[in-house]
């Protein structure tokens, strides 16, 4: 018949086993919920690129018809506003391509919350094994 030390051992064993396994099922639950919701921010951000390429086309076509009309017309009144129109297009195209390129950082999608807590709980079980 087995002690009481070695069966509690083995339960202290089991229940270690169980915790461990518990917490990397958890922390697995985490980075899925993480990634997920990064990729999300990501087809936002494709979103807003996709956006930016119809501004930007609109931008040129406008642009296009202010020189167009510019240099067809010596006083260059109509044209000017359709520049200053084409600017401002292109102004809004710059501003929606820097937001979509920086939410697409790679670092951005990266589960970097489940990371830390992994790296805490790594630390947090090693000091237990020392002590």
Known sequence: MP??????????????LNSVSSLVRSEVDLARAE???NLKRA????????GAVV????ALNVLSAALVAGLAEAGM????AALLVGVAFAAVAYGMIKKGTNDLKLSSIAPSRTA???KRDAQ???EKLDA
């Open 55 to 58: 501004v930007a086309l609109s």
């Open 116 to 118: 830390a807590n992994v």
């Open 3 to 16: 002690d009481g030390r070695s069966q509690s051992a083995s339960s202290l064993i089991g229940d270690t």
């Open 43 to 50: 087809a936002t951000a494709l979103g807003l690129l996709a």
């Open 77 to 80: 009144d109509a044209g000017w």
């Open 124 to 126: 947090t079980l090693k």
């Open 35 to 37: 990634v997920n919701a």
